[in-house]
């Protein structure tokens, strides 16, 4: 596996001031890098991470699962599924799903409660946020469970691959998971413009000090690796 080193390069804009401040991270990108399933559920993981039977945590569903079904028939890996928005859980009841993938219809977040998610602007849209990023007024109301509770309840000591796409709540997760040290091997994650540089910044400082390496960058979708073994 060939690495080569190089410099992630973000334009942060702080989501109340318009302030644009520049963001530089050292990355180390791998030959095995591979997208995985379509535009718009699709994520860039190293391959050579992944392994039959490896756990996978897929958090935020919404109405696309391609990553997740090409995790299964290329890789041979287990999925399990978070998503407690009501349209996901009746989409996903019509779906043809292998035995590998299991669906939860809760979401994962950095307590275990009942709260509010925020509706979309776009009636069209699927995605709720618990961070209201788009403030809208209504809501349902969904579960949520601490990713260490969740794996607790599933019988899992580690998670292999954790990929999130959770409109703005994904910061509370990383941070919670990070602080529990749970053994997460490849952490694949949307980190929405929800709040200011500075924090985005010292957040993903966290990853790297945990541990992490960043190996890809693709829009706000971040991939790290464990070198913690």
Known sequence: M?????????????PITGQVTALKLPMQSTDDLRRLGNVYGG???PTAELEPGGVCYSVGVGQDITFDLELIERYGMRVWGFDPTP???DWIATQDLPAEYTFLPYGIWDNDDVVKFYVPEN???VSHSIDNI????????????RLGTAMKELGHTKIDLLKM???GAEGAVVDDALAARIPIRVLSVV????ESPRKLRARIRRVLDAGYVLRHVEGWHYT???EVR
């Not at 060939?2 to 702080?14: D, E, G, M, N, Y």
């Not at 980190?191 to 929800?194: G, I, K, P, V």
């Open 87 to 89: 349209r996901v859980i």
């Open 134 to 145: 788009q403030e809208t007024d209504q809501y349902i109301t969904g579960e949520v469970k």
């Open 43 to 45: 994520a860039w993981v």
């Open 165 to 167: 796409n959770i409109e």
């Open 191 to 194: 980190f929405e413009q929800n």
């Open 123 to 125: 009636p069209d849209h």
């Open 224 to 226: 790290f690796v464990s």
């Open 2 to 14: 060939i690495k080569i080193r190089s410099t992630a390069r973000r334009v942060l804009r702080h």
